[in-house]
């Protein structure tokens, strides 16, 4: 289990929900932005939204396993989304699913020890003609090789280690 | 304004705006529900409770339960439609909690297909997913279980399926479910739901159980009054006791 990146505390989760009027309403949005701060919902933050907007634990809990973006483990510094429609399905994102194991030792659902990447399946992003395709945070990569797929990954280590010099001693070779 | 309708070829009266099952019910016609419970609102989603309604040449399967009748309508409750129909939903149902005894006794009475290119979920599977129980919790003001995850992994759980520290143990949930997917276990001092172990209290006079400690604590504050301690009978007679004593002379 890689560590979060920060020590989350009950009054860090408290200051997001404070932002939000307390209103039941505003469960998605408090989570969504404790999501985007630590990386995932520590279990402190469905109490902390209870208390403050009244919505029962196992609401939010429910809620929260609900949405993909959401999620109960820390997610990577870096998410790789490896397309598994039909499409990619047919050109190989098994194989690619294979290379990132072999690369990063990660299961789909899973993060990296060093806590720099996570790896979701996702069906279809939308650009059929590409596959098969993959996507690291923002960046498309679009008919990805088994050849190609190590440079990628080394990239985005690469850019993650300049921003954070910490987490960057185990430097994988792919 | 009370409208006249016909029921398999009977005429009835209902006032508009009354759901068709209630209806069926009244005047005697057996619709077979499962997420339909007099005491929580509208469920509709088990579909076994469908019927099919007849106007002129027109024909359309609406779900009994949560169909408000607003017009005089034809209302068919075995047509080989709704036989058809009916079949299928149990038969997926089925699927969804294949060691229910009750959906198999059902599917086999409402002549359910097989689907045996369906893969049923876990063979120990009992929930329909219904989610009545959950209502139940949340109605009671405990909301401590809730239907987790989606698709196929989708369950009724308490958060991190770990022992809820807001349940109470009242066993509501267990009451409610239509195929008795909640296991609880009691004996004459403790019961187990959920994870977690309650003790159970006793009437101080004549030793029926009343609830758990939680359960009697909770409807206490809910009273606004210290928690009871006897049962309904032994309380009645407590206060039957206190007028004899003020006017029984
Ligand atoms: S446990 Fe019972 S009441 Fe709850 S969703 Fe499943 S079938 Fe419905
Ligand atoms: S009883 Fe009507 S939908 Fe379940």
Known sequence: MPEPEKNVTVQDIEAIARKYPAEKRFALAIMQDVQREFSYLPQPVFEVIHRHIGTPVAHLYALATFYKALSLKPKGQNVIKLCDGTACHMRGASNLSKGIRAALDIEPGESSADGLFSLELVNCVGSCALAPVMVINETYYGKVTMESLPAIIAEHRRASCEDTAASCETEVVA | ?249
């Open chain 2, 1 to 249: 304004m009370s409208l006249n309708i016909s029921i398999d070829g009977k005429t009835c009266t209902c006032e508009s705006g009354e759901f068709l099952l209630e209806v069926a019910r009244r005047n005697g016609f057996y619709i077979p529900t499962l997420c339909a419970h007099e005491s929580l609102s509208e469920q509709g989603c088990c579909r076994v409770c469908i019927v099919e309604i007849v106007s002129g040449e027109r024909s359309q399967i609406v779900v009994s339960c949560v169909y408000p009748v607003e017009r005089a309508i034809e209302v068919l409750t075995n047509s080989e439609k709704v036989k058809a129909l009916r079949g299928m939903t149990l038969a997926l149902l089925q699927k969804l909690a294949p060691a229910s005894s009750l959906i198999a006794g059902m599917c086999k009475a409402y002549g359910a297909p097989e689907l045996p290119r369906l893969e049923a979920r876990a063979d120990d599977d009992t929930c329909i997913l219904c989610g009545l129980c959950v209502k139940a919790c949340a109605q009671l003001g405990t909301g401590a279980i809730a239907a987790v995850n989606r698709g196929i992994e989708k369950k009724i759980a308490t958060p991190y399926d770990q022992p809820s520290a807001t349940c109470i143990g009242c066993a509501s949930c267990a009451q409610v479910c239509p195929t008795g997917s909640i296991v609880v276990k009691q004996d004459a001092q403790e019961r187990s739901i959920w994870g977690r172990t309650f003790t159970l209290l006793a009437c101080d006079r004549c030793g029926v159980i009343l609830d758990t400690t939680e359960a009697v604590a909770y409807a206490a504050t809910l009273r606004d009054a210290p928690p009871e301690h006897l049962c309904p009978d032994c309380r009645k007679q407590q206060v039957a006791q206190a007028f004899v004593g003020v006017y029984g002379k």
